[in-house]
């Protein structure tokens, strides 16, 4: 058998896909629950049982285990059938989206959480936008039906309105709450009973179609005449469900279930790996590249300081996107020119790691890294390629760090460079007096930095405030006018890590008054450009 057969099956087995929601909504327990299903692990970590003194696979960082929240984002491979599976869990709290703003290019679908109770929320709608500029496909679950929430018809319209696409639902629930008894599965014709049990599947009842007569004695002929009506309704509402326009990202199909007791999860993985994309061809500056390419070639899309507190080391998390990336091959990377080996690559099963020999595209590889990565490095197999769409954000919160420990300096300095290696916060140094400035997304970052620095590095900082509006980056084509700026911005001056001019901006106004004095320069918002 050829390497090209060989290469081309493997990609078309792939299935790599995000997890995306509104905090709270239940995606690290959906997440779980199709490891489960994967076999990858064999109980449930119910968060909130005492008995099972396990919090939820995916959220393995200290921080993440005693807020109950997902932080970063962590990565899970397994098996299903004959499909290989590859989830991105990504935190759902705002403070953290830049993190999943980056997951998302390296995803080729994405599953959407909704609370049934809550609808859809603020956060939710943000991610949605970057789908929809990726024009990536999107799978919907409404989640939480054993508990009262609102009616599935009016979530559809919820739907359809705040994150502007087009709906078709493949699975539908009978009664909600008290009177939740189970969901038929539109996309395979059958009927699924509901118990609440968080450790095993509820029943399936084999039906020819929906009159026969074995729903009415399964449900009762109330609900079995209400499920009647509303897949009736749904027919002539909705158009017939066609993978053409969810894999363009025009048409999300909607599942509903509990996956809190595991129900309606099992629906969502079956017809999710029939439908869902394999690895898709990828942008790079220079040209298209092609999945079942013969040469290697990926990118960074994260990296991850401390794995395992045990070594000091980062891992960079590496999507690859053609060819065959494997083990103890020499690679270069297209930022510095180097030639690197690797030969501990590691895949994920949440925190555990293994070591791999090769990967595929749509495959995500951790590699061991001592400082030799930034995100959105390329590595290839010699060609000068460029992947883009990997930007760092202007951060919107500034603070002073201040090391509280004079003796534990060293240990400080190197914990701030592996923590903004990660992409959590970004560092700028004050040319005016030197002072180091943390900027970031959302103030929980600096809390999570702050026990980091403690906790993983034995250093303690303190934070000074400091009013700033935004940080731009600034260029010019003019050094005479780059130099009367800096000038005579003098104390708002600073550099990033990469050495690159940053405007501290103390205010809107003096930030509009500066573009409009200085008329040759150019003021980025983002660090792409």
Same mark, same amino acid.
């Given at each position: 058998?050829?390497?090209?057969?060989?290469?081309?099956?493997?990609?078309?087995?792939?299935?790599?896909?995000?997890?995306?929601?509104?905090?709270?909504?239940?995606?690290?327990?959906?997440?779980?629950?199709?490891?489960?299903?994967?076999?990858?692990?064999?109980?449930?970590?119910?968060?909130?049982?005492?008995?099972?003194?396990?919090?939820?696979?995916?959220?393995?960082?200290?921080?993440?285990?005693?807020?109950?929240?997902?932080?970063?984002?962590?990565?899970?491979?397994?098996?299903?059938?004959?499909?290989?599976?590859?989830?991105?869990?990504?935190?759902?709290?705002?403070?953290?989206?830049?993190?999943?703003?980056?997951?998302?290019?390296?995803?080729?679908?994405?599953?959407?959480?909704?609370?049934?109770?809550?609808?859809?929320?603020?956060?939710?709608?943000?991610?949605?936008?970057?789908?929809?500029?990726?024009?990536?496909?999107?799978?919907?679950?409404?989640?939480?039906?054993?508990?009262?929430?609102?009616?599935?018809?009016?979530?559809?319209?919820?739907?359809?309105?705040?994150?502007?696409?087009?709906?078709?639902?493949?699975?539908?629930?009978?009664?909600?709450?008290?009177?939740?008894?189970?969901?038929?599965?539109?996309?395979?014709?059958?009927?699924?009973?509901?118990?609440?049990?968080?450790?095993?599947?509820?029943?399936?009842?084999?039906?020819?179609?929906?009159?026969?007569?074995?729903?009415?004695?399964?449900?009762?002929?109330?609900?079995?005449?209400?499920?009647?009506?509303?897949?009736?309704?749904?027919?002539?509402?909705?158009?017939?469900?066609?993978?053409?326009?969810?894999?363009?990202?025009?048409?999300?199909?909607?599942?509903?279930?509990?996956?809190?007791?595991?129900?309606?999860?099992?629906?969502?993985?079956?017809?999710?790996?029939?439908?869902?994309?394999?690895?898709?061809?990828?942008?790079?500056?220079?040209?298209?590249? @092609?999945?079942?390419?013969?040469?290697?070639?990926?990118?960074?899309?994260?990296?991850?300081?401390?794995?395992?507190?045990?070594?000091?080391?980062?891992?960079?998390?590496?999507?690859?996107?053609?060819?065959?990336?494997?083990?103890?091959?020499?690679?270069?990377?297209?930022?510095?020119?180097?030639?690197?080996?690797?030969?501990?690559?590691?895949?994920?099963?949440? @925190?555990?790691?293994?070591?791999?020999?090769?990967?595929?595209?749509?495959?995500?590889?951790?590699?061991?890294?001592?400082?030799?990565?930034?995100?959105?490095?390329?590595?290839?197999?010699?060609?000068?390629?460029?992947?883009?769409?990997?930007?760092?954000?202007?951060?919107?919160?500034?603070?002073?760090?201040?090391?509280?420990?004079?003796?534990?300096?060293?240990?400080?300095?190197?914990?701030?460079?592996?923590?903004?290696?990660?992409?959590?916060?970004?560092?700028?140094?004050?040319?005016?007096?030197?002072?180091?400035?943390?900027?970031?997304?959302?103030?929980?970052?600096?809390?999570?930095?702050?026990?980091?620095?403690?906790?993983?590095?034995?250093?303690?900082?303190?934070?000074?405030?400091?009013?700033?509006?935004?940080?731009?980056?600034?260029?010019?084509?003019?050094?005479?006018?780059?130099?009367?700026?800096?000038?005579?911005?003098?104390?708002?001056?600073?550099?990033?890590?990469?050495?690159?001019?940053?405007?501290?901006?103390?205010?809107?106004?003096?930030?509009?008054?500066?573009?409009?004095?200085?008329?040759?320069?150019?003021?980025?918002?983002?660090?792409?450009?």
């Amino acid at each position: 058998m050829s390497t090209t057969t060989t290469l081309t099956q493997e990609i078309d087995r792939r299935r790599t896909f995000a997890i995306i929601s509104h905090p709270d909504a239940g995606k690290t327990t959906l997440t779980e629950k199709l490891l489960l299903f994967g076999g990858a692990i064999h109980i449930a970590g119910a968060v909130k049982s005492n008995k099972i003194k396990k919090t939820a696979t995916s959220d393995w960082m200290e921080i993440e285990k005693q807020r109950g929240i997902s932080v970063a984002t962590s990565v899970m491979g397994f098996n299903y059938g004959d499909y290989k599976i590859n989830i991105l869990d990504t935190p759902g709290h705002q403070d953290f989206a830049e993190d999943t703003y980056r997951t998302l290019t390296a995803v080729d679908s994405v599953i959407i959480v909704v609370d049934v109770a809550k609808g859809v929320e603020q956060q939710t709608r943000k991610l949605m936008e970057v789908c929809r500029m990726r024009n990536t496909p999107v799978i919907i679950f409404v989640n939480k039906l054993d508990r009262e929430g609102r009616d599935p018809f009016e979530i559809l319209d919820e739907l359809e309105a705040e994150l502007k696409i087009a709906v078709r639902p493949l699975s539908w629930p009978i009664g909600i709450g008290a009177r939740f008894k189970g969901v038929y599965n539109i996309y395979e014709h059958s009927l699924d009973l509901f118990t609440p049990d968080k450790q095993k599947v509820s029943e399936r009842v084999e039906i020819d179609n929906i009159d026969d007569p074995r729903v009415d004695s399964a449900i009762g002929a109330p609900a079995a005449t209400q499920l009647r009506d509303d897949l009736e309704l749904i027919q002539g509402v909705y158009p017939a469900f066609n993978v053409e326009p969810y894999l363009e990202g025009k048409l999300a199909p909607v599942f509903f279930g509990s996956a809190l007791n595991t129900f309606g999860v099992k629906e969502l993985l079956d017809c999710f790996v029939k439908i869902a994309p394999a690895p898709r061809p990828v942008a790079t500056e220079e040209r298209i590249v @092609q999945p079942a390419e013969e040469k290697f070639s990926g990118f960074v899309f994260k990296i991850h300081a401390n794995m395992d507190p045990n070594h000091r080391s980062c891992i960079a998390f590496v999507k690859v996107c053609s060819g065959c990336f494997m083990r103890n091959n020499p690679y270069r990377q297209v930022r510095t020119g180097k030639v690197m080996k690797f030969s501990a690559p590691t895949a994920f099963m949440a @925190q555990k790691k293994n070591i791999v020999d090769e990967a595929y595209p749509g495959d995500i590889v951790g590699l061991p890294d001592t400082g030799n990565f930034k995100i959105g490095d390329t590595l290839t197999e010699g060609e000068d390629i460029h992947f883009k769409g990997l930007p760092s954000f202007s951060p919107e919160m500034f603070k002073y760090i201040e090391n509280t420990d004079p003796m534990k300096s060293k240990q400080l300095e190197k914990g701030i460079q592996q923590l903004m290696d990660e992409g959590v916060a970004q560092l700028f140094v004050n040319q005016f007096n030197g002072r180091k400035i943390i900027g970031t997304v959302g103030q929980l970052q600096f809390e999570v930095i702050q026990y980091r620095l403690l906790h993983e590095y034995g250093a303690q900082c303190r934070w000074e405030p400091i009013s700033l509006y935004k940080a731009c980056w600034i260029e010019s084509d003019d050094p005479e006018a780059l130099a009367a700026f800096k000038k005579r911005k003098h104390q708002f001056m600073a550099v990033d890590r990469d050495g690159r001019d940053v405007f501290l901006a103390d205010s809107n106004y003096v930030l509009q008054m500066a573009q409009n004095d200085f008329p040759k320069l150019r003021f980025h918002f983002t660090s792409e450009f």
